[in-house]
């Protein structure tokens, strides 16, 4: 025969407390100076040293990272015109003629993007390029180079 039983806290409907000490204690995280962190306030001076200019004591997760992007360093068309004399005095490209040749590898970049205007006529070696960056260099006279994965 299966017997009905109460629950116990049915039992404790009729006290205060409930069961649970002083009539505050189960109210929240209050009798525990709040949650977490909390509690550092008006009279807690003795933890406020711990969170003042201690940036290693951070925990948890900051922001997020999403696992699927493919981070790649790219520079623009204008970027390259205006720094390529820069990039000739530090021995990062060359100059033959009117052509400016630099491998875009030594200069830590990964893609080569169309914004502005070719100023010079640029052979350029870049893991990637847009389409419109790659036009805009063969109207200028130049050529870019599509460098194979390795």
Same mark, same amino acid.
């Given at each position: 025969m299966v017997t009905n039983h109460r629950?116990?806290?049915?039992?404790?409907?009729?006290?205060?407390?409930?069961?649970?000490?002083?009539?505050?204690?189960?109210?929240?995280?209050? &009798?525990?100076?709040?949650?977490?962190? !909390?509690?550092?306030?008006?009279?807690? +001076? $003795?933890k406020k040293p711990r969170y003042w200019d201690d940036k290693k004591f951070h925990k948890g997760k900051l922001g997020f990272h999403n696992p699927t992007s493919n981070p790649q360093n790219a520079i623009t068309l204008s970027q390259?015109? &205006?720094?390529?004399?820069?990039?000739? !005095?530090q021995g990062l490209a060359q100059? +033959? $003629?009117?052509?400016f040749k630099i491998n875009c590898s030594d200069i830590k970049v990964d893609k080569?993007?169309?914004?502005?205007?070719?100023?010079?006529?640029?052979e350029v070696v870049v893991k990637s390029a847009s389409q419109k960056a790659i036009e805009k260099i063969e109207a200028a006279?130049?050529?870019v180079l599509i460098q194979a994965e390795s």
């Open positions: 629950k116990k806290n049915s039992r404790h409907r009729g006290s205060w407390t409930h069961s649970h000490g002083e009539k505050k204690k189960h109210r929240g995280a209050g &009798s525990r100076g709040g949650r977490g962190n !909390a509690g550092s306030g008006k009279r807690g +001076d $003795a390259l015109s &205006s720094s390529i004399e820069k990039f000739v !005095a100059k +033959d $003629a009117n052509t080569l993007l169309g914004t502005g205007t070719a100023a010079f006529a640029f006279g130049g050529k």
